[in-house]
């Protein structure tokens, strides 16, 4: 017995729930279909469980992709100002943190509870879990094989989402379904993931691992050259905080990190100026800009002596001191992976798709949407909100139905 649908989505998580939600509510008949045993586990674990589920500001500058301008569309059609509707319409509360990151207030099991309600109000079939075996496409249907029966559909959104986090069932069906109907990828790569260092290089600064500070972390050259003013974390292998997921998405390997321990102040001015307090030693004034556990290293790898008073210290050493503060460089030697990476960069080649409706511009009816595209948003909801509106200008734009679901030998 073949199913018949208007829409099969392929993929429970952000993107597809949402978009099975705006197909239903549109008078399409929608199968949403997804490997996995547990629907949109990003979204559980994101933000401390709280789910970071979009920012105050969005705009294309706040995402790396080959062709930076295919988010714009999509981005300007669906705001945050229209996914904080739906969360008004089903009284979840929300708050603001650092940088306009919105948050939900109680936790992130009430949007995936909200998306299922609204997927649930619009008629959406939900089969989990559900393998897709194969799929093909003749005339102007998808023929989609699964381990529950098939599916005949006339339009087909793959929302499978990326790489990252592959304890969760991260795939790459996305990718193998993209270019089975002749569509390039993008080289996939960890993204907002910790950087690692090799062990002999790093065999000094592994102590410092728990130490945090606000620090100015950049990489790159000329235009490409890309900074983020956030916070380090130290680790035992290397390097992580929201400064350095950040950097990781622009980061290349082989190229180095620039980072500014020092966080943008005049350090040597504030050195030189505190030699009036004669009588304070130079390791506790240094202490007061940096954490304790990092100025004591620092200072012994530049062999200066912490308990020396600071009015005796050469004005030269002082300047020394904060010049390499503030331009630490160092190569890291990879990441953490896709184990720690919070979402993928690369994915399918936005050039083969329509900006204004995700549809494949090598098969009609076929969709790619969230995260499996070549769209990769900043920390702080940014990959969620391109999540909705990916969603959002597909469903908008899939063809009206011609007829309700049914089963048929």
Same mark, same amino acid.
């Given at each position: 017995?073949?199913?018949?649908?208007?829409?099969?989505?392929?993929?429970?998580?952000?993107?597809?729930?949402?978009?099975?939600?705006?197909?239903?509510?549109?008078?399409?008949?929608?199968?949403?279909?997804?490997?996995?045993?547990?629907?949109?586990?990003?979204?559980?674990?994101?933000?401390?469980?709280?789910?970071?589920?979009?920012?105050?500001?969005?705009?294309?500058?706040?995402?790396?992709?080959?062709?930076?301008?295919?988010?714009?569309?999509?981005?300007?059609?669906?705001?945050?100002?229209?996914?904080?509707?739906?969360?008004?319409?089903?009284?979840?509360?929300?708050?603001?943190?650092?940088?306009?990151?919105?948050?939900?207030?109680?936790?992130?099991?009430?949007?995936?509870?909200?998306?299922?309600?609204?997927?649930?109000?619009?008629?959406?079939?939900?089969?989990?879990?559900?393998?897709?075996?194969?799929?093909?496409?003749?005339?102007?249907?998808?023929?989609?094989?699964?381990?529950?029966?098939?599916?005949?559909?006339?339009?087909?959104?793959?929302?499978?989402?990326?790489?990252?986090?592959?304890?969760?069932?991260?795939?790459? =069906? /996305?990718?193998? *379904? #993209?270019?089975?109907?002749?569509? &390039?990828?993008? +080289?996939?790569?960890? %993204?907002?993931?910790? @950087?690692?260092?090799?062990?002999?290089?790093?065999?000094?600064?592994?102590?410092?691992?728990?130490?945090?500070?606000?620090?100015?972390?950049?990489?790159?050259?000329?235009?490409?050259?890309?900074?983020?003013?956030?916070?380090?974390?130290?680790?035992?292998?290397?390097?992580?905080?929201?400064?350095?997921?950040?950097?990781?998405?622009?980061?290349?390997?082989?190229?180095?990190?620039?980072?500014?321990?020092?966080?943008?102040?005049?350090?040597?001015?504030?050195?030189?100026?505190?030699?009036?307090?004669?009588?304070?030693? =130079? /390791?506790?004034? *240094? #202490?007061?800009?940096?954490?304790? &556990?990092?100025? +004591?290293?620092?200072? %012994?790898?530049?062999? @200066?002596?912490?308990?020396?008073?600071?009015?005796?210290?050469?004005?030269?050493?002082?300047?020394?001191?904060?010049?390499?503060?503030?331009?630490?460089?160092?190569?890291?030697?990879?990441?953490?992976?896709?184990?720690?990476?919070?979402?993928?960069?690369?994915?399918?080649?936005?050039?083969?798709?329509?900006?204004?409706?995700?549809?494949?511009?090598?098969?009609?009816?076929?969709?790619?949407?969230?995260?499996?595209?070549?769209?990769?948003?900043?920390?702080?909801?940014?990959?969620?909100?391109?999540?909705?509106?990916?969603?959002?200008?597909?469903?908008?734009?899939?063809?009206?139905?011609?007829?309700?679901?049914?089963?048929?030998?």
């Amino acid at each position: 017995m073949t199913s018949r649908f208007d829409v099969l989505i392929i993929g429970a998580g952000a993107a597809g729930l949402h978009a099975a939600a705006l197909a239903g509510q549109r008078g399409q008949s929608v199968l949403l279909i997804d490997h996995a045993p547990r629907v949109a586990e990003k979204i559980r674990i994101s933000g401390g469980g709280r789910c970071n589920f979009t920012n105050r500001v969005v705009g294309p500058e706040h995402f790396l992709s080959d062709n930076p301008d295919f988010c714009r569309s999509a981005l300007a059609r669906y705001t945050p100002a229209d996914f904080l509707a739906l969360l008004a319409r089903h009284r979840i509360g929300w708050h603001e943190k650092h940088r306009g990151q919105l948050f939900c207030d109680e936790g992130s099991r009430r949007i995936i509870d909200m998306l299922l309600a609204e997927s649930a109000a619009a008629g959406v079939e939900h089969w989990q879990p559900c393998k897709v075996l194969g799929v093909e496409h003749t005339e102007s249907k998808f023929h989609v094989s699964t381990d529950r029966a098939p599916v005949a559909c006339t339009s087909l959104v793959v929302a499978t989402g990326g790489l990252s986090v592959p304890a969760i069932g991260a795939t790459d =069906l /996305g990718y193998r *379904l #993209a270019r089975q109907f002749g569509h &390039r990828i993008i +080289a996939p790569r960890p %993204a907002l993931v910790p @950087l690692t260092f090799d062990a002999q290089t790093w065999q000094a600064f592994a102590t410092l691992a728990g130490v945090s500070l606000e620090v100015v972390v950049a990489t790159g050259s000329g235009r490409a050259r890309q900074q983020f003013q956030e916070d380090l974390l130290f680790t035992h292998r290397g390097l992580s905080g929201p400064a350095i997921l950040q950097i990781s998405t622009y980061w290349r390997p082989g190229e180095p990190i620039d980072i500014d321990l020092t966080n943008g102040r005049d350090l040597a001015r504030e050195l030189i100026g505190a030699k009036t307090l004669s009588r304070q030693q =130079l /390791g506790n004034v *240094l #202490a007061e800009w940096l954490p304790q &556990r990092l100025s +004591a290293i620092w200072l %012994a790898r530049q062999r @200066l002596d912490a308990s020396q008073p600071v009015g005796q210290c050469p004005d030269r050493d002082l300047q020394r001191l904060a010049g390499t503060l503030a331009r630490w460089q160092q190569v890291p030697t990879g990441t953490e992976g896709w184990r720690k990476a919070e979402v993928t960069a690369g994915g399918v080649d936005t050039g083969e798709l329509s900006s204004r409706t995700m549809e494949s511009r090598r098969c009609p009816g076929l969709y790619f949407i969230g995260e499996v595209v070549d769209v990769t948003g900043w920390l702080g909801g940014y990959n969620f909100q391109w999540a909705w509106a990916s969603a959002a200008a597909c469903a908008r734009a899939l063809p009206f139905p011609s007829g309700a679901p049914g089963d048929s030998g």
